[in-house]
C-alpha cells in the first residue's frame, strides 16, 4: 500500500494519517472547510477542499490511490431531529461512499452500530450476520445504505462502531449531557434501554490501519469483546445526578442494540483493544 485517501480529517482521520505516513505510506485528506486546510498539512501529504457528493473531485484526487478510507461522519448539531438528520445524513454518508466507491474499488467505511436498530428479538449475541433494521431512522437508513454502497466492491471493508469517545478536546459524558439540553431541549434520539457500547478513538484509528494492512473485506463490528455494558438511561441518568440537571427523556428514534454485540470476528483477525474500561463514562 503506498498511497490513501481518507475523506474527513477529523480526530481518526488525522491519527491514521500520521500512523500511515510514519510507514512511508503518501497520504491525501480531505475537509469540507477552507480555513482548515494548512492546518492538516501537518498529518497529510495533499489536502483538498471537497464534499462526498463532489463525485467528480474526488475521482481526481483519487488517482493512483490503493485504498479510500471515509470517515466522515455527520454534524451532531445538525442531527438535533428527523427532519435534520433525514437532510443532512444522505451527503454526509451515502454521497461519499458512492463517490468512494466510483474512484476506487477498495474503500473502507467507519460505518455505526445503529444500523442493527434495537437487534431484534433473541437473545443470542449480536453478530455482522444480524440483520439490519430501524430502516425508518434516517440515521440507520443512511449508515446501511452507505455499506452496501461500499460492499457491492469484493474489496469493500466496512467497520461498524458504537459512540467514540476519547479524541483531544472530547467532551466529557457528563459535558454531553448538559450540551443534549442546550442544542435539544433535555430530550435524546436514542434508547433509554440501548447498551451504551463506546470506542477510545485511538482504538478506532488501530482497527482502521489493521483492516487496511491486512486487507480485511466485508462487514465487522469494532467493540470491547468482554461483557456488556450499562444501558443509556443508568450511564446518563447517573450523570445529570451528578451535575444537577434534569435527567434526559429518551425519544428511542435512532434504536441501538439491547444486548451483548459480539467483536469475535474481528478478534479473530488479531485486532484487540488497548481501552477497555466500561464505567469511563462514569469516571
Known amino acids: 500500500m503506498n498511497k490513501v485517501l481518507i475523506l474527513g480529517l477529523g480526530h481518526v482521520g488525522k491519527a491514521l494519517a500520521q500512523r500511515l505516513r510514519a510507514e512511508g505510506v503518501t497520504v491525501v485528506g480531505t475537509t469540507t472547510t477552507p480555513d482548515k486546510v494548512e492546518g492538516l498539512k501537518a498529518f497529510a501529504d495533499d489536502v483538498h477542499v471537497a464534499r462526498g457528493t463532489d463525485a467528480e473531485k474526488i475521482r481526481e484526487i483519487a488517482a493512483g490511490v490503493d485504498a ?7 454534524n451532531v448539531r445538525q442531527a438535533r431531529n428527523r427532519e435534520e438528520r433525514e437532510a443532512t445524513y444522505r451527503d454526509a454518508l451515502v454521497a461519499s461512499c458512492e463517490s468512494a466507491a466510483a474512484a476506487c474499488p477498495r474503500v ?31 440515521s440507520a437508513r443512511y449508515y446501511s445504505e452507505a455499506e452496501q454502497v461500499v460492499l457491492a466492491s469484493p474489496q469493500g471493508g466496512v467497520l461498524r462502531l458504537p459512540d467514540i469517545y476519547g479524541a483531544p478536546g472530547d467532551l466529557s459524558f457528563a459535558e454531553r449531557v448538559k450540551l443534549a439540553h442546550e442544542i435539544m431541549g433535555g430530550k435524546g434520539p436514542f434508547s433509554a434501554d440501548a447498551r451504551l457500547y463506546i470506542i477510545h478513538f485511538e ?61 469475535e470476528k474481528l478478534y479473530a483477525t488479531g485486532w484487540r483493544p488497548e481501552h477497555t474500561d466500561p464505567e469511563f463514562p462514569l469516571r
Open 68 to 74: 479510500i478510507v471515509t470517515t466522515v461522519a455527520p
Open 108 to 138: 473502507l467505511f467507519l460505518s455505526s452500530f445503529s444500523v442493527y436498530g434495537d437487534g431484534g428479538a433473541g437473545e443470542a449475541p449480536i453478530d455482522e450476520a444480524t440483520p439490519v433494521s430501524n430502516t425508518e431512522e434516517p
Open 203 to 263: 482504538d478506532v484509528v488501530a482497527a482502521a490501519h489493521h483492516a487496511l494492512s491486512q486487507e480485511l473485506t466485508g462487514v465487522y463490528n469494532v467493540c470491547v469483546n468482554d461483557g456488556v455494558p450499562p444501558t443509556n438511561a443508568e450511564v446518563f441518568g447517573t450523570l445529570a445526578d451528578r451535575v444537577g440537571v434534569p435527567r434526559l427523556e429518551f425519544l428511542g428514534q435512532i434504536k441501538a442494540p439491547t444486548r451483548k454485540i459480539s467483536a
